[in-house]
Nanobody, 127 residues
Framework: QVQLVESGGGLVQTGDSLRLSCVAS????????MAWFRQAPGKEREFVAAISGYQWANGNTYYANSVKGRFTISRDNAKNTVYLQMNSLKPEDTAVYYC?????????????????WGQGTQAIVSS
């Protein structure tokens, strides 16, 4: 069973950047789909970004429209880690960010397809 631990959250100002990390242990995630979701205060958890487990072209990536062009998901298989680079942050990006894996190669934007989740890391963007 894989375990996921997120880090990298913090308090930043509008326009700043953060890089979130998700370190996996227990087994390799190099061939599995990984994703980031977030949950803002008082709101439901929502999809942010995903990367497939296919090795060619470093995997297909998918983004929510609200973060497209500002966020980048990537992976370092040697470190068994997935990243979320967040640029041009806005107050509406304030949320707890969760890393998750489907356990298979195909990525998804649906939470129900993800079998393992981390505990989350909080990002707060002040105006």
């Amino acid at each position: 069973q894989v375990q996921l631990v997120e880090s990298g959250g913090g308090l930043v100002q509008t326009g700043d950047s953060l890089r979130l990390s998700c370190v996996a242990s227990g087994r390799s995630i190099s061939d599995t789909a990984m994703a980031w979701f977030r949950q803002a205060p008082g709101k439901e958890r929502e999809f942010v970004a995903a990367i497939s487990g296919y090795q060619w072209a470093n995997g297909n990536t998918y983004y929510a429209n609200s973060v497209k062009g500002r966020f980048t998901i990537s992976r370092d298989n040697a470190k068994n880690t997935v990243y979320l680079q967040m640029n041009s942050l806005k107050p509406e990006d304030t949320a707890v960010y969760y890393c998750a894996t489907t356990g298979q190669r195909l990525a998804s934007m649906k939470q129900e397809n993800y079998e393992t989740w981390g505990q989350g890391t909080q990002a707060i963007v002040s105006s």
